[in-house]
């Protein structure tokens, strides 16, 4: 991101919360970030960290009730779009930002022309005719690499594979040439090779294209090939965020080194058995007042269990919320030897 | 989808002469005289002449047979005779109800109408108000619009027609007198005064029939609804910038219409098969009230006819249901 251009998209403190028979889930607690035009940032972190709600919070996605977004605010352009009505938003939606869902197999409306699809948010925020929205549907099959274009636009989603639905996918997402591109763990569903082509895509089109993406994922090899930055999200908050190579080399947050430390190596032992973080991420019924991965933290002291870590700023554009980081309290700290 | 049908439409035919041949069969294996009805004077051997006459001496397998021939070959000769004003049929002999000593079939015409207009009317009015119900009823999902839409087809499903007919009846005809309580058929609608008259009186049956109707449909609907209410598909339409109509009114319905219209087309062999205990009810004389005379009456022709007649109808409803299914759902093809 060129320094001082204003971000594309400024997030603060964002909460969102759930209001279940359970009690109250705290799914979002005090989300701050930045996307700067252009870039691409990585969000990650284990299933049930808040990732995913925490971008479908931001366009208003999520079903309410049970969930309540707020407070917190979500600048995008000039507009806050937690305050705006749902008729505006839903010009944001699928206009402005984009979004590709984790499941191809599913996102797509079984009984609807791939062509249809396409079209209707062309027809939508950009008032095209039915023939024009026609002719830009196959140039934008044929930008995401689907041959013989026009005549597949009356095909049905069953008549496409795995990859290629993500790729009629990731085309109604760029329909209206958003600025941003939320992409929910694009990859997830699909097997190895296609998951390579599909980033090779998502590269190209973010060259070509220059939109902003959010990346979400649980794939940290997937973050390392092309994140610019990286958020590292935990109990619904970020815990450490970094430029990617700052973050790899340097990972401060010990949730985050937890994190590296399971991916498999392909150089290592063979015989030695896959490493995991002991434990369960937390179900927050109530805003966290403590450090929420105390528990499955080997560095944990009694402080952690009292008190919230900030996120403290750290060298390199790099901020981590753990106590380790802390500057006030590093020397005292009887592990951070180890840390 | 051509190739499908006709092979389904070949495939009916066995499945309906067994049909045709059980249900004969049960009626041959049934207590009951077709004699007994006549007056005790008749002397035994009179009385033995008459079913002689009725073709009751011959051996099953020829009475079968002769039912065979005369439903698929010489009645429809009688229909091509009375459409074209040809002479197929040459005077043969018609299947003839023991009863009545007339055509089945002519009997049958003489009660379709009613039973069309009565229960027929009840299910499209019931499926009419279904619809809305069962859509709204998954889109604000326990609130109190659905909660009672869910009380009133428990109660409309639960409560037997003959317990609300006769409510009905009790309450709008006996005590308040705004309808009547028995159902005229020679009533002719010729102007205003007759056709009022004539909604008047299908007012009561119909309310009745398209209650249980709506309960039964409004249940699919929603549950259809509720399936596809949380798809993934629906996410990404709102993720689209759709609005509330287009993502639930065009994104799910179409979904959710699926099964729905199964459940509908299955459901209307029903309507021909008539509301037996309706009809009754409201003494409307239709095809439902004409089978429970017929089993009364031991009138074998008369049963056997009409009892395939509806046999038919479900096997043709079924592929019919099977067919819609493959138009309205783009991942079934029949080829």
């Known amino acids: ?339 | 989808m051509l190739a499908y049908t006709i092979r389904r439409l070949v495939l009916a035919i066995p499945t309906l002469i067994f049909i045709a041949f059980v249900i004969f069969m049960l009626l041959e294996l049934a207590p009951g005289d077709p004699m007994a009805n006549m007056p005790l004077s008749i002397p035994p051997e009179v009385r033995e002449q008459m079913r002689q006459a009725l073709g009751l001496g011959q051996p099953w397998y020829i009475r079968f047979g002769l039912w065979l021939y005369q439903f698929f070959v010489v009645e429809p000769q009688y229909w091509i005779d009375a459409a074209f004003g040809t002479n197929f049929a040459d005077g043969a002999q018609r299947i003839i109800s023991f009863q009545s000593r007339s055509p089945v079939f002519e009997i049958i015409a003489e009660r379709v109408p009613q039973t069309l207009w009565v229960v027929g009317m009840s299910y499209i009015v019931g499926v009419i108000i279904a619809l809305p119900i069962g859509i709204a009823g998954a889109y604000w999902q326990y609130s109190w619009f659905d909660q009672l839409g869910t009380f009133i087809s428990m109660v409309g499903f639960s409560v037997p027609t003959f317990f609300t007919g006769v409510l009905l009846i009790v309450i709008f005809a006996v005590n308040l007198g705004w309808f009547p309580s028995i159902y005229n058929t020679t009533l002719v609608v010729e102007d205003w005064e007759s056709f009022l008259a004539q909604l008047r009186q299908m007012a009561m049956p119909v309310f009745v029939l398209a209650l249980y109707n709506a309960a039964q449909i409004s249940r699919y609907m929603r549950a259809s609804m509720l399936d596809n209410l949380g798809q993934d598909y629906v996410r990404t339409a709102r993720a689209k910038g759709m609005n509330e109509r287009i993502v639930v009114l065009k994104h799910v319905l179409r979904n959710s219409m699926i099964p729905v219209i199964t459940v509908i087309a299955l459901g209307v062999p029903q309507v021909f098969g008539g509301a037996i205990i309706t009809e009754q009810v409201f003494k409307v004389n239709g095809l439902g009230q004409l089978l429970i005379i017929a089993i009364q009456g031991s009138d074998i022709p008369m049963v056997l006819t009409l009892t395939f007649i509806f046999a038919v109808l479900i096997v043709a409803f079924n592929l019919i249901a099977d067919i819609l299914y493959g138009v309205f759902d783009p991942r079934i093809r029949y080829d």
């Open chain 1, 1 to 339: 991101m060129p320094k001082g251009a204003p971000p594309v998209l400024d997030v603060r403190s964002l909460s969102t919360v759930f209001h279940t028979r359970a009690g109250n889930v705290h799914a979002v607690n005090d989300v701050n970030f930045t996307l700067g035009a252009g870039e691409l940032l990585g969000v990650v972190g284990e299933s049930g960290s808040g990732k995913s709600v925490t971008m479908m919070s931001l366009i208003g996605l999520l079903p309410s009730p049970p969930a309540v977004v707020g407070p917190g605010e979500v600048i995008f352009g000039d507009r806050d779009l937690l305050k705006i009505d749902e008729k505006a938003l839903r010009e944001v939606r699928g206009g402005e930002i984009g979004f590709v869902f984790q499941d191809p197999m599913t996102s797509l409306n079984p009984v609807f022309t791939v062509g249809m699809q396409i079209a209707e948010p062309l027809r939508r925020h950009m008032g095209l005719s039915k023939k024009a929205a026609a002719d830009r549907a196959v140039e934008l099959l044929e930008l995401v690499g689907i041959p013989d274009a026009r005549r597949r636009l009356g095909d049905y989603p069953h008549q496409f594979s795995g990859g290629m639905r993500q790729r009629v996918m990731i085309a109604i997402a760029l329909a209206c040439d958003p600025k941003v591109l939320i992409a929910d763990e694009p990859t997830t569903a699909l097997d190895v090779t296609i998951q390579a082509q599909i980033l090779e895509l998502m590269q190209e089109l973010r060259e070509k294209l220059g939109m902003a993406v959010i990346w979400i994922t649980h794939d940290l090899g997937v973050i390392a090939g092309i994140a610019d930055r990286v958020m590292v999200m935990y109990g619904g908050q970020v815990v450490e965020h970094a430029p990617v190579h700052e973050l790899f080399a340097n990972p401060r947050h010990p949730y985050t080194q937890a994190l590296l430390k399971t991916v498999p190596n392909v150089h290592g032992e063979r015989a030695k058995r896959l490493t995991t973080i002991e434990g369960q991420p937390p179900i927050l019924l109530a805003p966290p007042s403590a450090c929420s991965f105390r528990d499955r933290c080997p560095h944990a002291w009694e402080l952690c269990h009292r008190a919230l870590p900030a996120r403290f700023p750290l060298p390199g554009d790099h901020d981590a919320a753990c106590f380790l980081c802390d500057p006030g309290l590093a020397p005292t700290s009887p592990e951070i030897q180890d840390a």
